[in-house]
T-cell receptor, first 116, second 113 residues
Framework: AQTVTQSQPEMSVQEAETVTLSCTYD???????LFWYKQPPSRQMILVIR??????QNATENRFSVNFQKAAKSFSLKISDSQLGDAAMYFC?????????????FGTGTRLTVIP | EPEVTQTPSHQVTQMGQEVILRCVPI?????FYWYRQILGQKVEFLVS????????KSEIFDDQFSVERPDGSNFTLKIRSTKLEDSAMYFC???????????FGPGTRLTVT
């Protein structure tokens, strides 16, 4: 069974500082995708960053980067130079690339507060 | 930028009643999904829909649930006889063919009393 665990229900960071959100997952698959989604208050979830399991290089999108440790089944998100607009719920998610399905398995989320 | 929309934003219903939650996916997307999130719990997959049929469903998606794409734009989730435990936020998502990214709607909060 696929499970995704986010052990930090809440995190806070000072504006302009760096914060790391943790995520671990459990799977027997060798090929899969990992995602971080952001859900601002009263807004829809949007994709922040994704990582393909076959890629060794960690994904980076501007101020967002991941630390993907396949052997440890760990996928953390680092937000650099935090901004007030980064305040949101962050969900780690996983899926198997399979034709016709592609459903996501989510963690319970981490609520990030950015302190001015 | 195109967005997935959902209506209503909040639905209150009595136990045993039928509800229909509506979604308008992004127009050129071919994969459609429903997820739900019970308050304080994780987002859970319910069902995926592709080529006018269910492609996968979870254990949650029992006979009380059904999905439909009645026309070229809407994608609906029907719960035939709601239970208290159906109270949750329901998210619709869509994805275009060949992509990895699911686009989510803002959700419908369903409250069953």
């Amino acid at each position: 069974a696929q499970t995704v665990t986010q052990s930090q229900p809440e995190m806070s960071v000072q504006e302009a500082e760096t914060v790391t959100l943790s995520c671990t997952y459990d799977t027997s698959e060798s090929d899969y995708y990992l995602f971080w989604y952001k859900q601002p208050p009263s807004r829809q979830m949007i994709l922040v960053i994704r990582q393909e399991a076959y890629k060794q290089q960690n994904a980076t999108e501007n101020r967002f980067s991941v630390n993907f440790q396949k052997a440890a089944k760990s996928f953390s998100l680092k937000i650099s130079d935090s901004q007030l607009g980064d305040a949101a719920m962050y969900f780690c998610a996983y899926r198997i690339p399979r034709t016709g399905a592609n459903n996501l398995f989510f963690g319970t989320g981490t609520r990030l507060t950015v302190i001015p | 930028e195109p967005e997935v929309t959902q209506t209503p934003s909040h639905q209150v219903t009595q136990m045993g009643q039928e509800v229909i939650l509506r979604c308008v996916p992004i127009s050129n997307h071919l994969y459609f999904y429903w997820y739900r999130q019970i308050l304080g719990q994780k987002v859970e997959f319910l069902v995926s829909f592709y080529n006018n049929e269910i492609s996968e469903k979870s254990e949650i998606f029992d006979d009380q649930f059904s999905v439909e794409r009645p026309d070229g734009s809407n994608f609906t989730l029907k719960i035939r006889s709601t239970k208290l435990e159906d109270s949750a936020m329901y998210f619709c998502a869509s994805m275009r063919d060949g992509s990895y990214e699911q686009y989510f709607g803002p959700g419908t909060r369903l409250t069953v009393t």
